[in-house]
């Protein structure tokens, strides 16, 4: 059972690596035996979480970038392959937010939201795809999505609308790609206080979010890692591909 779910062997890249949610499941994959790059902005928060996956006992690799650049993009995966001489897991993790009124939303603002959590998706999964998707290859993407996908939540319109462009883009994929050996899905968390929306976590939006998960309680970025595994898995998940993965504590099956 425990070869199911086992990563022996493979290479894994997570963008967003460094930070909260994304860390927890680079750190996650690490745990099952995978080696890791670890993708981001902050060279020292690269590093440091490329350290603890050494300290697990497998390969860390910091990979500074602006997951926004596709020439970045490319630049890590030819440090990936230099370093490991493969790839098999890519996770999408990059996240930014922001609670501006619909009619003050500015363009730029519009713009670097729309670019860190849709755009750094589509050029990532062009890279790290076009590699992957060579005969003889094949590899696991695993983007990830937000409650805020559909419908909307109220004051983070840039963000909705840009996660429901990830749900598009990972369905897409996953019918262009399902016979090459590339399975493409999405996890779509809950509310998990990270940094991007702790600055919008009012006491009076708090009560609106428990009053609408039957779990009446936040996640912790630790119940992130076992989707992860088991959609990075190609034996658990050999089957699985153009899913949207709920883990939000029932908030999505809640009406009234």
């Known amino acids: 059972m425990l070869d199911l779910f086992s990563l022996e062997g493979k290479v894994a890249a997570v963008i967003g690596g460094s930070g909260v949610l994304g860390g927890e499941m680079a750190l996650g994959l690490a745990g099952a035996g995978s080696d890791v790059a670890i993708l981001g902005t902050r060279p020292d928060?690269?590093?440091?979480?490329?350290?603890?996956?050494?300290?697990l006992g497998r390969r860390g690799l910091p990979v500074t970038l602006d997951a926004t650049k596709?020439?970045?993009?490319?630049?890590a995966l030819d440090e990936i392959l230099a370093a490991f001489?493969?790839?098999?897991?890519?996770?999408?993790?990059?996240?930014?937010?922001?609670?501006?009124?619909?009619?003050?939303i500015s363009e730029d603002e519009w713009q670097r939201i729309m670019d860190v959590d849709l755009k750094s998706?589509?050029?990532?999964?062009?890279?790290f795809g076009a590699w992957m998707?060579?005969?003889?290859?094949g590899g696991s993407i695993i983007n990830?999505?937000?409650?805020?996908?559909g419908p909307p939540l109220s004051r983070v319109f840039t963000?909705?609308?840009?996660?429901?462009?990830?749900?598009?883009?990972?369905?897409?994929l996953a019918r262009e790609w399902a016979t090459q050996g590339v399975r493409v899905n999405a996890i779509l968390p809950g509310f998990f206080p990270a940094e991007q929306n702790r600055k919008i976590l009012t006491p009076e939006r708090v009560a609106k979010i428990m009053g609408h998960t039957p779990m009446n309680r936040?996640?912790?970025?630790?119940?992130?890692?076992?989707?992860?595994i088991f959609l990075a898995s190609d034996k658990a998940s050999s089957f699985v591909t153009g899913t949207i993965l709920h883990v939000d504590g029932g908030y999505m099956a809640m009406t009234i």
Request: charged fraction near 20%.
């Open 45 to 55: 928060a690269v590093k440091s979480r490329a350290a603890e996956v050494g300290a």
């Open 121 to 127: 998706v589509f050029l990532a999964c062009q890279v």
């Open 159 to 172: 963000y909705s609308v840009a996660k429901s462009g990830v749900n598009q883009i990972t369905q897409f």
């Open 70 to 75: 596709k020439a970045d993009l490319q630049r």
């Open 218 to 228: 936040f996640g912790e970025a630790r119940e992130l890692v076992g989707a992860t």
């Open 85 to 104: 001489g493969r790839i098999d897991i890519l996770v999408n993790a990059p996240g930014v937010n922001s609670a501006t009124p619909f009619l003050d």
């Open 133 to 137: 998707t060579r005969p003889g290859r």
């Open 144 to 149: 990830v999505s937000s409650v805020s996908s």
